[in-house]
């Protein structure tokens, strides 16, 4: 890795790992851009895997400093979205992933026109809706979005913020400490898959992996200023360039 080379990653991964921690998305900037740098496509996958270990770990650790999460639910729901992990850490390196980029755009489009719809869900805290239905669908949604999770990955964090906010009646900022939890545990159990088949560049892991840490600092102290109006207009941005990257370019 030359400098220049080091320079581009560190700061597009300073811009994902910010992005990732305020509302999810990151990997669809720091994919591509690791590919754009060089890495084939199944080895950008692994390397970003790892380093977002790093990003939604600190970010995790840092929401729930300043907002409390329920941390044995993230724990519970963690499990089952790690099992999922496991077998979409295993399809990734056996399939094309040409046909999930559409489905995955159909639905952020669906995702951004519920929030938009619904004006003011995820800009109150609700309370965590916990009853028995209302947790078997969490559980189930947890374990699909594992799989996805697993073998691909962008967008996961933006996934799970939104079943959070719609299914459990939380706040976008009351949702975001625990989604980073999740995503750190999925990644951890993605990790070992990726690396027992050897792709995971270390070297250009490390250099993401630092700009992932700072931009989880970063974004934790913006999200928390914003609040839940802001990133909900950054959702709704959000999810729509990502709907269109993903079917357009």
């Known amino acids: 890795m030359d400098l220049i080379t080091a320079v581009v990653v ?3 991964g300073l811009f994902a790992g910010i992005l990732n921690t305020i509302v999810g ?3 669809l900037i720091s994919v591509p851009l690791l590919i754009a ?3 084939p496509t ?4 692994g390397t970003n895997r790892f380093a977002m270990v790093f990003n939604t770990g600190v970010g995790a650790i840092d929401y729930h400093r300043k ?3 329920k941390v044995k639910m993230a724990l519970s729901l963690a499990v089952f979205a790690s099992v999922g992990s496991l077998l979409g850490a295993n399809i990734v390196l056996r399939i094309d992933e040409e046909i999930l980029r559409y ?3 159909v639905l952020m489009l669906i995702m951004g026109g519920v929030i938009f719809y619904k004006r003011r869900l995820g800009l109150e ?18 374990f699909l979005l594992g799989i996805y999770g697993g073998f691909f990955g962008a967008g996961i964090s933006t996934m799970f913020t939104f079943v959070f906010v719609l299914f459990l009646g939380m706040s976008f900022v009351g949702s975001a400490g625990m989604t980073r939890f999740i995503v750190c545990i999925l990644s951890m159990t993605a990790v070992p898959i990726f690396l027992i088949n050897m792709k995971i560049d270390f070297l250009y892991g490390l250099v993401l992996a630092a700009s992932f840490i700072v931009g989880a600092k970063i974004g934790v102290k913006l999200a928390l200023k914003a609040g839940n109006i802001w990133i909900r207009r950054l959702f709704l941005l959000l ?3 990502s709907s269109m990257r993903l079917l357009f370019f």
């Open 10 to 12: 560190l700061f597009g």
């Open 25 to 27: 998305g990151g990997s």
């Open 37 to 39: 740098v060089g890495l």
């Open 42 to 45: 199944h080895l950008a996958i």
């Open 67 to 69: 907002v409390k999460f």
């Open 103 to 105: 489905v995955i755009a």
């Open 125 to 142: 805290e609700g309370g965590v809706l916990t009853s028995k239905k209302t947790f078997v669908s969490i559980v189930a949604l947890s």
């Open 239 to 241: 999810v729509t360039i």
